[in-house]
């Protein structure tokens, strides 16, 4: 290939790699993709498609998703290759950046997307175990990683207390949890899909109310 086609070739990539880049999930099918949140860590997408709903090509950077149903979604990319994946509820999944389409082949599906912005992963230490969390990893990445938490009936955070990464924190089901983020009144009760963001860095204090444990998801930035 002479120099002059290579050049042509290049090019041709590049400003493909722009259209792609510009298909922003929330922009070109606002219909199904909803933001939760947004700040300089994260942006939390809601996902709602109806059972038969397709959605267009986009792209997503380096995410983590969380079902909130069982779904079965056909994921088509740019060269027409596609793959089912069978989407458990209350699981989670890395994904790396990349473009796709997207068809529900299932039943009426809701997932959450936390897409993380940093360019490079950052290189917070992230807990593991805290006491009177159960806390089970479920996807796990370069930018961060979620787990399944279970807080015990007693489960306190005490006030001022920190943490050196941020949260995304998602409930699984009606909670009555207690959770002040830096002085702010508290959120109180949850319903199934709620979500938090907890800053790192910033003083919180959280108890479980409810008497009896609470489930959620929490997505760990590094």
């Known amino acids: 290939m002479n120099r002059f086609k290579s050049l042509a070739v290049v090019s041709a990539v590049v400003c493909w790699s722009g259209s792609v880049l510009a298909q922003d999930p929330v922009k070109v099918d ?12 994260v942006r939390v997408l809601k996902v709602s498609l109806p059972a038969g709903a397709k959605t267009p090509m986009h792209v997503h950077p380096d995410s983590i ?5 069982n779904s079965k979604v056909r994921f088509t990319m740019p060269d027409g290759k596609s793959v089912d994946s069978d989407l458990a ?10 473009p796709h ?32 969390l159960k806390m089970d990893v479920l996807a796990d990445g370069a930018h961060g990683l979620a787990y399944k938490s279970t807080a015990a009936p007693d489960f306190a955070e005490p006030t001022g207390s920190k943490h050196e990464f941020d949260q995304v924190v ?22 199934r899909g709620d979500v938090q963001f907890i800053g790192r ?3 919180h204090e959280a108890k479980n109310t409810g008497g009896k444990p609470v489930d959620f998801i929490i997505v760990a930035v590094r």
């Open 30 to 41: 606002p219909t199904h993709y909803k933001v939760v949140l947004e700040n300089a860590s």
């Open 65 to 69: 998703i969380i079902p909130l149903t």
């Open 89 to 98: 509820a209350n699981s989670a999944q890395y994904t790396p950046a990349g």
């Open 101 to 132: 389409s997207g068809a529900n082949l299932g039943a009426a599906g809701d997932v959450i997307v936390v897409e993380f912005k940093g360019a490079a992963p950052g290189k917070a230490q992230i807990q593991t175990s805290r006491p009177g």
């Open 170 to 191: 998602i409930a699984l089901g009606a909670a009555q949890m207690s959770l002040s983020i830096n002085g702010k009144p508290a959120r109180t009760s949850w319903a």
């Open 201 to 203: 860095g910033i003083p």
